[in-house]
């Protein structure tokens, strides 16, 4: 079952939001089609969207809610069996994309040189993440348990690109997650992510794409495929897979919907369960005749029904269910609800380039769309003239707790952290708000 942790007494970390200052505005009477129209098939990380598309937090604390269902870690760590482990870190993979679910608002892009900080002593973990690139745009992190229990930490480039009704997100990078206490290391790289129906219609988000968690001290690996919606919506938000040993054995089957939950179970139950569910399947379509010609894309899919339990599965992750108040406030979850607030005992501590004191979100947030959209576009303007500048002068732009390197467990090009952010020495940083 989901732990319910009680509050740190940290008020700093403590979260008691239940609510943003301001609800979200109707996009209704803006036309997202007079921007996009001149982007098909493009990269969509240079095109400047209106603010009202945005949601109130910058896609570095977007990130932050990989760590929402940070109990599976621990859960990992408390375990001795490595198949155990393995069930507890594929479910934290699956859970990292969860929140995205109905969360059509676009993060802000990140400026570069801007950080983020989140300790959550309730959940046991300090995060800290820097934009390292502009163009293309890069985000690393790292994160670490607060009693040295774990490490996870990683890079993300989303590639945006759209399709003249969607527009797909691939987030390039490798994310690794440290057991110290067992000296593994696993990675995997995240789902690719679409929105639907963003010129008419009713917006809704798929992920879809195989995920690999491979545990690199005993070579088991979790395969998984996040599968697409599929005509009739019947695969939405479905995931599915196998935990394999080295040899590639399987020794469990792993089932669920990326949305809500996530089971295991012995692989001869599932295949016999897949073989009668197919059969029925197959017997429903001989009785009707479906229409081909039908775009998935057109209608939403019907409320995705709940997994279907298979007997003698083991449950490992639920998702937290989110506020009543969500709709109203950008789908958030009552985590990515606390992600802006700025506490009093914060002032003076967190850096000057900390997301929670960008101008244009902080607006949003309360509500003033006007006020957001001219800091936006003056932030903007700012970074450009500094890039403009920098070009003029022999000044190279600096990371300041990142570095780049290949990532130590399969030396894939990665961002690593260089150490030094937590002794809040914070004289030489940029000015970028």
Known sequence: EVNNFECGGDQLTCPQVTSLPAPMFSRNDVS?????????????????????????LSFLQRLTEYMEHTYLIHQANATTDSVERMKCVAAFAVSAVASQWERTGKPFNPLLGETYELIRDDLGFRWVSEQVSHHPPVSAFHAEGLNEDFVFHGSIYPKLKFWGKSIEAEPKGLITLELPKYNEAYTWTNPTCCVHNII????????????????????ERCSMMFKPCGLFGKELHIVEGYILDKSKKKLCAIYGKWTECLYTVDPATFEAHKKTDKKNLDEKKGNKQSSVDEEPEEMPPPDAETAQVIPGSELIWKITPRPDNSAKFYAFSTFAMHL???????EGVIPPTDSRLRPDIRAMENGDIDLASAEKKRLEEKQRMARKNRTKSTDEWKTRWFQQGPNPHNKAQDWLYSKGYWDRNYTHLPEIY
């Open 200 to 219: 008419v219609g009713q917006l809704w988000i798929e992920q879809y794409g195989s995920v690999e968690v491979i545990n690199h001290k005993t070579g």
């Open 340 to 346: 802006n607030e700025q506490e009093k005992s914060m």
């Open 32 to 56: 997202i089609w007079s921007i996009l129209k001149k982007c098909i098939g493009m990269e969509l990380s240079k095109i400047a969207m209106p603010v009202i598309f945005n949601e109130p």
